[in-house]
């Protein structure tokens, strides 16, 4: 198994097998570091390295060092991007047509849940009127179905407009990416707060702690806790009455 190191959204690999959002909250929007749940995921993932599943090698890999693994053939189950696919796919690849593609695991069985994630299309407030105008174009002509249907087919790239995965064009030359719609659907966005690059920094620290056996998944997830709740000014609630 491959897989890139943690990193960031390093919460979706806990709530992948937690489960949907509900499960990650508290009821006043607090996120729950420190459930059994949670404990269970970061031990298992640990455990693909200590029972010798993975590679002790793995907790340093990005995209790439894990997608050469797999596409060498020396892996059986890898987690990146949907790039890979089309990398997987190529001309001379030993893997061509042997790859099949699934959601993310979960305890139950049932189909885990992804994280959404993109790159975003920006005006500057403070450009002159013509260029303004001309952004606004070209941010028209980029999401539009039609520049979406060509980086789909010829970069594999994931379109946003959901109704692009029932396109018969994307479906007959790129069948992989018309089958990732549930997936999509069942995704959720990553946090929206303003303090996410840091809470993503802790959680990558302790949380690839934990993967590497270099703390427990108990102490791991009370030192996230605890660094999470200072950078947000939550607290549990018996503290905070």
């Known amino acids: 198994m491959a897989g890139p190191a943690i990193r960031r959204p390093d919460l979706q690999r806990v709530r992948g097998a937690v489960g949907?959002?509900?499960?990650?909250?508290?009821?006043?929007?607090r996120v729950l570091l420190e459930t059994e749940p949670a404990r269970e995921a970061l031990a298992y993932l640990h455990g693909l390295i200590a029972d010798g599943l993975?590679?002790?090698?793995?907790?340093?890999?990005?995209?790439?060092?894990?997608?050469?693994?797999?596409?060498?053939?020396?892996?059986?189950?890898?987690?990146?991007?949907?790039?890979a696919w089309s990398e997987a796919q190529a001309e001379g690849s030993p893997i061509?047509?042997?790859?099949?593609?699934?959601?993310?695991?979960?305890?139950?069985?049932?189909?885990?849940?992804g994280t959404l994630g993109g790159w975003q299309l920006a005006v500057n407030a403070h450009v002159s009127p013509a260029r303004r105008k001309a952004a606004a174009r070209l941010i028209a002509h980029l999401t539009s179905p039609e520049a979406n249907r060509v980086l789909a087919l010829h970069y594999a790239r994931n379109p946003p407009r959901l109704a692009l995965y029932d396109d018969?064009?994307?479906?007959?030359?790129?069948?992989?990416?018309?089958?990732l719609k549930e997936a999509l659907t069942r995704a959720r966005p990553r946090p929206v707060t303003p303090y996410y690059l840091l809470i993503a920094d802790v959680l990558q620290s302790e949380f690839s702690a934990a993967v590497a056996g270099l703390r427990t998944p108990?102490?791991?997830?009370?030192?996230?806790?605890?660094?999470?709740?200072?950078?947000t000014g939550e607290q549990p609630k018996e503290e905070a009455e």
Request: charge should be positive; aromatic fraction near 8%.
């Open 20 to 29: 949907p959002r509900r499960q990650s909250l508290g009821p006043d929007g």
């Open 54 to 83: 993975s590679p002790q090698t793995v907790t340093g890999f990005g995209e790439e060092e894990s997608r050469r693994v797999f596409q060498e053939g020396r892996a059986v189950f890898m987690r990146n991007w949907p790039y």
């Open 96 to 113: 061509r047509g042997k790859v099949g593609i699934a959601p993310l695991p979960t305890k139950d069985g049932q189909p885990g849940w």
């Open 168 to 179: 018969p064009e994307l479906r007959a030359e790129q069948p992989f990416i018309a089958s």
């Open 218 to 231: 108990e102490v791991a997830l009370t030192r996230a806790q605890k660094q999470v709740d200072h950078l």
